[in-house]
């Protein structure tokens, strides 16, 4: 039964995962079909769109009362992304420059993002004051890296307001059917996002009921690989097309969208008790332990090398042994 279970939450995930990706098709293609930028669509949803899956559990868990689900999914998700995902694309691809930039800046930001949780949830709760900080500390990022679209925008704003310029080239007649096409896209992909990770959350539970392990483990191990598949596909992509910014970026900034915005979400919903401090330090230990072996294999000649890759993997299998010992 248990069995089943398990295949079903994959299933689910995957679910999840197609629904994603419509709804940034859907957010992609009206921004361009309304010849916009809008802020809200071009900037901050689609640089957390491979953080969607994480992020629609998140609430959904929060708002069933269970959000320790999703703080276990995205704690699992950051040391995936850090070992399996980077590990995984550099024996694929077989050696990943690093751009010098990512090592001064966004590594260190990605770092302290990743901690934060464990920070607050020393005291053994992380109350929805603990979730405002950490919403609040992803405003604080988002609003430095697209400081300059904020300006851009603060200056189409005086010359015209800005909904009512995207809602006047929304009803241009010459791209109605696609916009309406786009808009019932994004309306469906909504709403098998909502559906699949509703049934995720109840699946998950039904799991842990069965199996006589803590709803934490679940989000940690099982559904944390499901939903790091995006960032997989698209390391892969960017790596095959010569990007590896794109690849670092990707990884890192779902490292901090997952540690600030969706942990602080689901805390604000729902605090979240903590009956096991002492699992969440292992955790927090083999997130530093993982970081910092990734750091080093990065920093010596500024290229990730096939036997890093394979190093990186093992270091992540060893943490799944680790946590169901």
Not at 33 to 38: L, M, R
Not at 51 to 80: H, Y
Not at 108 to 127: R, T, Y
Request: glycine share 8%; hydrophobic share 55%; proline share 3%.
């Amino acid at each position: 039964m248990t069995i089943g279970l398990i295949l079903l939450l994959f299933i689910l995930v995957i679910v999840l995962i197609k629904s994603a990706d419509q709804v940034v098709i859907a957010l992609r293609s009206i921004g361009h079909e309304t010849h916009t930028k809008v802020f809200i669509l071009s900037a901050i949803l689609l640089a957390i769109a491979t953080s969607f899956p994480e992020l629609f559990v998140g609430i959904t868990s929060a708002l069933q009362g269970t959000p320790n689900l999703s703080l276990g999914n995205v704690l699992g998700a950051n040391i995936a992304n850090i070992s399996l995902v980077a590990g995984l694309s550099a024996l694929v691809v077989g050696k990943v420059y690093v751009d010098r930039i990512i090592l001064r800046h966004e590594l260190w930001i990605a770092l302290a993002a990743g901690l934060l949780p464990f920070i607050l949830i020393i005291d053994g709760n992380l109350s929805r004051i603990d979730g405002l900080i950490l919403l609040a500390c992803y405003g604080a990022y988002a609003a430095s890296f697209f400081k300059d679209r904020f300006l851009q925008i603060a200056h189409r704003h005086r010359r015209e307001g800005y909904i009512h310029r995207f809602l006047r080239n929304f009803n241009h007649p010459q791209a109605g059917a696609i916009k309406a096409r786009e808009m019932g896209r994004l309306f469906v992909g909504l709403a098998f996002l909502l559906f699949s990770s509703d049934l995720i959350v109840r699946v998950s539970l039904e799991i842990a009921h069965e199996a006589g392990i803590p709803i934490f483990l679940i989000g940690l191990i099982l559904l944390s690989l499901g939903t790091t598949l995006p960032e997989l596909a698209f390391s892969l992509r960017s790596l095959e097309d010569k990007e590896p910014t794109m690849f670092f970026g990707n990884l890192l900034g779902s490292i901090i969208a997952n540690s600030t915005l969706i942990v602080g979400l689901a805390a604000t919903i729902s605090p979240i008790q903590v009956a096991n401090p002492a699992g969440y330090i292992k955790v927090a230990i083999f997130f530093v332990v993982t970081f910092m072996s990734f750091w080093l294999f990065i920093r010596t000649k500024f290229i990730l090398q096939r036997w890093e890759g394979a190093a990186l993997v093992l270091v992540y299998l060893i943490f799944v042994v680790v946590e169901f010992l």
